[in-house]
T-cell receptor, first 110, second 114 residues
Protein backbone atom coordinates (compact mmCIF):
# COMPACT_ATOMS: atom_id res chain seq x y z
CA UNK A 1 0.00 0.00 0.00
CA UNK A 2 1.53 3.27 -1.10
CA UNK A 3 1.15 5.81 1.67
CA UNK A 4 1.65 9.50 2.04
CA UNK A 5 1.83 10.70 5.63
CA UNK A 6 1.23 14.18 6.93
CA UNK A 7 0.63 15.68 10.35
CA UNK A 8 -3.02 16.69 10.34
CA UNK A 9 -2.42 19.78 12.44
CA UNK A 10 -3.73 22.34 12.88
CA UNK A 11 -0.47 24.19 12.47
CA UNK A 12 -0.87 27.72 13.78
CA UNK A 13 1.59 30.45 12.82
CA UNK A 14 1.43 34.21 13.29
CA UNK A 15 1.06 36.43 10.25
CA UNK A 16 4.44 37.13 8.65
CA UNK A 17 6.06 33.97 10.02
CA UNK A 18 7.36 30.97 8.10
CA UNK A 19 5.05 27.96 7.96
CA UNK A 20 6.76 24.59 7.55
CA UNK A 21 4.73 21.64 6.32
CA UNK A 22 6.14 18.13 6.13
CA UNK A 23 5.32 14.91 4.36
CA UNK A 24 6.77 11.41 4.05
CA UNK A 25 5.97 8.80 1.43
CA UNK A 26 6.45 5.06 1.28
CA UNK A 27 6.92 4.29 -2.43
CA UNK A 28 10.55 4.67 -3.46
CA UNK A 29 9.45 4.58 -7.10
CA UNK A 30 7.64 7.90 -6.77
CA UNK A 31 8.83 10.40 -9.36
CA UNK A 32 6.70 13.49 -8.99
CA UNK A 33 5.79 15.36 -5.84
CA UNK A 34 3.10 17.96 -5.46
CA UNK A 35 1.67 20.35 -2.95
CA UNK A 36 -1.96 21.25 -3.32
CA UNK A 37 -3.88 23.82 -1.32
CA UNK A 38 -7.50 23.09 -0.49
CA UNK A 39 -9.84 25.64 1.00
CA UNK A 40 -12.85 24.28 2.83
CA UNK A 41 -15.46 23.02 0.38
CA UNK A 42 -13.24 23.67 -2.64
CA UNK A 43 -11.14 21.54 -4.94
CA UNK A 44 -7.38 20.98 -4.61
CA UNK A 45 -5.33 23.74 -6.22
CA UNK A 46 -1.82 22.89 -7.41
CA UNK A 47 0.68 25.32 -5.89
CA UNK A 48 4.05 23.57 -6.18
CA UNK A 49 5.61 20.57 -7.84
CA UNK A 50 9.11 19.14 -7.56
CA UNK A 51 10.89 16.23 -9.22
CA UNK A 52 14.54 16.50 -8.27
CA UNK A 53 16.28 16.43 -4.93
CA UNK A 54 16.84 19.85 -3.44
CA UNK A 55 14.86 23.04 -3.21
CA UNK A 56 12.48 24.70 -5.62
CA UNK A 57 11.30 28.24 -4.97
CA UNK A 58 8.26 30.00 -6.40
CA UNK A 59 7.44 33.33 -4.83
CA UNK A 60 6.75 32.82 -1.13
CA UNK A 61 6.73 29.04 -1.51
CA UNK A 62 9.70 26.68 -1.35
CA UNK A 63 9.36 22.94 -1.87
CA UNK A 64 12.11 20.65 -0.64
CA UNK A 65 12.64 17.05 -1.69
CA UNK A 66 14.90 14.41 -0.20
CA UNK A 67 14.36 11.12 -2.02
CA UNK A 68 16.83 9.21 0.16
CA UNK A 69 14.77 10.08 3.23
CA UNK A 70 11.47 9.91 1.29
CA UNK A 71 10.62 13.33 2.60
CA UNK A 72 8.98 16.37 1.04
CA UNK A 73 8.37 19.70 2.67
CA UNK A 74 6.76 23.03 1.88
CA UNK A 75 7.86 26.33 3.36
CA UNK A 76 5.58 29.36 3.17
CA UNK A 77 7.38 32.60 3.90
CA UNK A 78 5.62 35.75 5.13
CA UNK A 79 2.47 33.77 5.88
CA UNK A 80 -0.79 35.60 5.28
CA UNK A 81 -4.27 34.93 6.69
CA UNK A 82 -5.30 34.01 3.13
CA UNK A 83 -2.83 31.10 3.32
CA UNK A 84 -5.08 29.49 5.91
CA UNK A 85 -6.17 26.25 4.27
CA UNK A 86 -5.44 22.54 4.21
CA UNK A 87 -2.23 21.66 2.38
CA UNK A 88 -2.19 18.31 0.64
CA UNK A 89 1.03 16.50 -0.13
CA UNK A 90 0.72 14.21 -3.15
CA UNK A 91 3.03 11.83 -5.00
CA UNK A 92 2.93 10.12 -8.37
CA UNK A 93 4.88 7.43 -10.16
CA UNK A 94 4.41 8.96 -13.58
CA UNK A 95 1.32 9.28 -15.74
CA UNK A 96 -0.63 7.50 -13.09
CA UNK A 97 -2.75 8.27 -10.14
CA UNK A 98 -1.69 10.84 -7.64
CA UNK A 99 -1.74 9.54 -4.08
CA UNK A 100 -2.71 12.15 -1.54
CA UNK A 101 -1.95 12.54 2.11
CA UNK A 102 -4.67 13.48 4.56
CA UNK A 103 -3.48 17.08 4.58
CA UNK A 104 -2.20 19.54 7.15
CA UNK A 105 -4.52 22.32 8.23
CA UNK A 106 -2.68 25.64 8.43
CA UNK A 107 -4.03 28.56 10.43
CA UNK A 108 -2.33 31.93 10.03
CA UNK A 109 -3.20 34.15 12.96
CA UNK A 110 -3.45 37.90 12.18
CA UNK B 1 -6.32 30.70 -17.96
CA UNK B 2 -7.66 27.29 -19.06
CA UNK B 3 -9.47 25.31 -16.40
CA UNK B 4 -11.30 22.06 -15.86
CA UNK B 5 -15.05 22.47 -15.55
CA UNK B 6 -17.57 20.09 -14.00
CA UNK B 7 -21.36 19.82 -14.01
CA UNK B 8 -23.52 19.71 -12.03
CA UNK B 9 -22.03 21.36 -8.95
CA UNK B 10 -24.43 19.42 -6.73
CA UNK B 11 -26.37 16.27 -7.50
CA UNK B 12 -28.94 14.74 -5.17
CA UNK B 13 -30.20 11.25 -5.99
CA UNK B 14 -32.04 8.35 -4.44
CA UNK B 15 -30.21 5.18 -3.54
CA UNK B 16 -30.20 2.78 -6.46
CA UNK B 17 -30.48 5.47 -9.11
CA UNK B 18 -27.93 6.06 -11.85
CA UNK B 19 -25.98 9.31 -11.99
CA UNK B 20 -23.68 10.78 -14.61
CA UNK B 21 -21.12 13.36 -13.61
CA UNK B 22 -19.66 15.48 -16.38
CA UNK B 23 -16.30 17.10 -16.88
CA UNK B 24 -14.65 19.17 -19.57
CA UNK B 25 -10.86 18.78 -19.21
CA UNK B 26 -8.37 21.42 -20.28
CA UNK B 27 -8.37 21.35 -24.08
CA UNK B 28 -4.77 20.29 -24.80
CA UNK B 29 -4.64 17.71 -22.02
CA UNK B 30 -4.72 14.04 -22.91
CA UNK B 31 -4.80 12.31 -19.50
CA UNK B 32 -8.01 12.43 -17.49
CA UNK B 33 -8.77 11.34 -13.95
CA UNK B 34 -11.59 11.00 -11.45
CA UNK B 35 -11.03 11.33 -7.73
CA UNK B 36 -13.44 11.42 -4.85
CA UNK B 37 -13.30 12.92 -1.38
CA UNK B 38 -15.67 11.77 1.30
CA UNK B 39 -16.38 14.57 3.78
CA UNK B 40 -13.49 14.97 6.20
CA UNK B 41 -11.35 12.35 4.46
CA UNK B 42 -8.51 12.40 1.98
CA UNK B 43 -8.72 12.67 -1.78
CA UNK B 44 -8.86 9.18 -3.29
CA UNK B 45 -8.01 8.12 -6.82
CA UNK B 46 -10.74 6.34 -8.79
CA UNK B 47 -9.60 6.01 -12.39
CA UNK B 48 -7.28 7.36 -15.06
CA UNK B 49 -8.11 7.49 -18.77
CA UNK B 50 -5.87 7.92 -21.78
CA UNK B 51 -6.31 7.32 -25.49
CA UNK B 52 -9.95 6.32 -25.00
CA UNK B 53 -9.32 3.61 -22.50
CA UNK B 54 -8.84 3.15 -18.78
CA UNK B 55 -5.14 3.14 -17.92
CA UNK B 56 -5.46 2.53 -14.19
CA UNK B 57 -8.22 2.09 -11.66
CA UNK B 58 -8.46 1.70 -7.93
CA UNK B 59 -10.28 -0.88 -5.84
CA UNK B 60 -13.05 1.66 -5.33
CA UNK B 61 -13.76 1.70 -9.07
CA UNK B 62 -15.85 -1.46 -9.21
CA UNK B 63 -18.44 -2.61 -11.75
CA UNK B 64 -20.86 0.09 -10.61
CA UNK B 65 -18.58 2.73 -12.08
CA UNK B 66 -17.78 3.50 -15.69
CA UNK B 67 -16.10 6.32 -17.58
CA UNK B 68 -16.53 7.56 -21.10
CA UNK B 69 -15.32 10.25 -23.43
CA UNK B 70 -18.42 10.57 -25.59
CA UNK B 71 -17.06 13.37 -27.74
CA UNK B 72 -13.96 15.49 -28.15
CA UNK B 73 -14.51 17.55 -25.04
CA UNK B 74 -16.53 15.78 -22.36
CA UNK B 75 -15.37 13.13 -19.92
CA UNK B 76 -18.04 11.43 -17.83
CA UNK B 77 -18.26 9.25 -14.73
CA UNK B 78 -21.34 7.04 -14.42
CA UNK B 79 -22.41 5.35 -11.22
CA UNK B 80 -24.97 2.73 -12.16
CA UNK B 81 -26.74 2.07 -8.88
CA UNK B 82 -25.80 4.57 -6.23
CA UNK B 83 -25.28 3.61 -2.61
CA UNK B 84 -25.36 5.81 0.48
CA UNK B 85 -21.58 5.47 0.77
CA UNK B 86 -21.12 6.99 -2.70
CA UNK B 87 -21.95 10.37 -1.19
CA UNK B 88 -18.82 12.45 -1.68
CA UNK B 89 -17.21 15.23 -3.69
CA UNK B 90 -16.13 13.93 -7.07
CA UNK B 91 -13.27 15.74 -8.74
CA UNK B 92 -12.21 15.49 -12.35
CA UNK B 93 -8.59 16.27 -13.20
CA UNK B 94 -6.49 16.42 -16.33
CA UNK B 95 -2.83 16.56 -17.26
CA UNK B 96 -0.76 17.11 -20.40
CA UNK B 97 0.84 14.31 -22.33
CA UNK B 98 4.21 16.01 -22.03
CA UNK B 99 5.72 17.02 -18.74
CA UNK B 100 5.59 15.43 -15.38
CA UNK B 101 1.95 14.79 -14.55
CA UNK B 102 0.85 18.02 -13.00
CA UNK B 103 -2.84 17.37 -12.57
CA UNK B 104 -5.30 20.23 -12.51
CA UNK B 105 -8.57 19.73 -10.73
CA UNK B 106 -12.05 20.89 -11.54
CA UNK B 107 -14.32 22.47 -8.91
CA UNK B 108 -16.02 19.17 -8.13
CA UNK B 109 -19.52 17.73 -8.02
CA UNK B 110 -21.04 17.14 -4.63
CA UNK B 111 -23.03 13.91 -4.83
CA UNK B 112 -25.60 13.29 -2.13
CA UNK B 113 -27.28 9.87 -2.09
CA UNK B 114 -30.46 9.68 0.00
Amino acid sequence: QKEVEQNSGPLSVPEGAIASLNCTYSDRGSQSFFWYRQYSGKSPELIMFIYSNGDKEDGRFTAQLNKASQYVSLLIRDSQPSDSATYLCAVSGGYQKVTFGTGTKLQVIP
Amino acid sequence: EPEVTQTPSHQVTQMGQEVILRCVPISNHLYFYWYRQILGQKVEFLVSFYNNEISEKSEIFDDQFSVERPDGSNFTLKIRSTKLEDSAMYFCASSEAKGTNEQFFGPGTRLTVL
